[in-house]
């Protein structure tokens, strides 16, 4: 079996392990499986040959003895699936974990990628700065909601799972902000998840390619 | 086996199918199942025993025999993998509806909810006219792309699945702005997801909960 997936070949995040492959890298290494890189440039995922494999352009997209795969969620759910290693075997353990993997992708994300996309797209328009508090304020929302189930819990359910997997790559966008840290139990639980060492192999290569980029820029 | 949804007892659309309880719905007619739905006010939805099952407080959570879920994503995901009737039987097959479901709810409804949500939180700002035309060209890209895979194909994958089924029910967000008809395959797809007796079925459930609760107003 041979896994591929694709990735930024010059990562717009300078390695921080923002970009959506880190989630895929991440829970192949919670199962164990190696796995192999395609890298692309932003012209190359524009290409037909590539929208064929990824309608929207994006990465990461996935290939695997014939089956060709898009968006992360599903990539993962997946793995999940075919090799195990990112949820409980049970029925009901499952779908919970799926449960948080979609809160995290649909529920929490949106808000956040509000928050930040105007960083890029608007930080020049005059509205910029007025409409960061109405940002901020659903970004709290949801950070206080998911703080309050997590209580003193180590993860969103029991054992940690890929709910937990995308969760904090979720979060993790919010690094520096300031709006973490007022919920004094997000940032241990995203530490918790930093030190594990499945995610500190998919951090360390996701970083090892874009040192690489810019050594050959 | 019994299963319980929870929906609005006061749809803010109206009935006019855009609440998350239609895709589940919709999903449960798909397989054939029978359903009870659990009526929530604003403020039910926000309390402690609700937010036990529901961590977000919002609509669709679900019952089945001791199972508790929450996101419609992954209730739709469940009712498929535990009853059928929502994708092929094999695992390729599942595995590229799953992209579909992850695409319409983590790619396209994020920018169309950037789109819709001015128009009821910032509509007296400002800035609210001068954004619309950058709002509109993010949905544009994410509807040209999805309009460039369907090409002339019926569905997203072969049969219909629940990747066209979430996927209709984010693009229903866009009805009467103008911009679906700019892709002239995108109306017809919509269309002929509408017309499933399933979906029909579910569309005239939900707006009997509305039409009884302006009843009884």
Do not use: C
């Not at 075919?82 to 449960?99: E, K, M, Q």
């Not at 949106?110 to 996309?117: N, S």
């Not at 950070?143 to 029991?158: A, I, M």
């Amino acid at each position: 079996m041979t896994i591929t997936i694709t990735a930024f070949e010059r990562s717009p995040d300078r390695g921080r392990g923002m970009a959506r492959d880190m989630r895929v890298r991440w829970a192949l290494e919670e199962a164990g499986l190696p796995y192999q890189v395609r890298l692309l440039s932003f012209a190359q995922m524009k290409q037909p040959g590539y929208l064929a494999s990824q309608p929207f352009g994006q990465i990461p997209a996935y290939e695997e003895d014939g089956l060709a795969l898009f968006e992360s969620g599903a990539i993962i759910l997946h793995i999940g699936d075919r090799h195990g290693g990112l949820w409980p075997a049970d029925l009901h353990g499952r779908a919970r974990a799926t449960a948080w993997m979609f809160a995290a992708l649909n529920t929490v994300e949106p808000p956040i990628l509000e928050w930040e996309m105007p960083k890029y797209l608007e930080r020049n328009e005059s509205w910029y700065e007025a409409r960061m508090p109405l940002l901020d304020s659903r970004v709290k929302q949801r950070l206080s909601e998911l703080s309050h189930w997590l209580g003193d819990r180590d993860w969103l359910e029991g054992d940690f799972s890929a709910g937990d997997l995308l969760m904090v790559t979720v979060l993790r966008r919010l690094t520096g902000s300031g709006l973490l840290e007022l919920y004094p139990n997000l940032p241990p639980y995203i530490a918790r998840a930093e030190q594990r060492p499945a995610y500190q192999r998919a951090f360390a290569d996701q970083l090892a390619v874009f040192n690489k980029s810019e050594q050959t820029a």
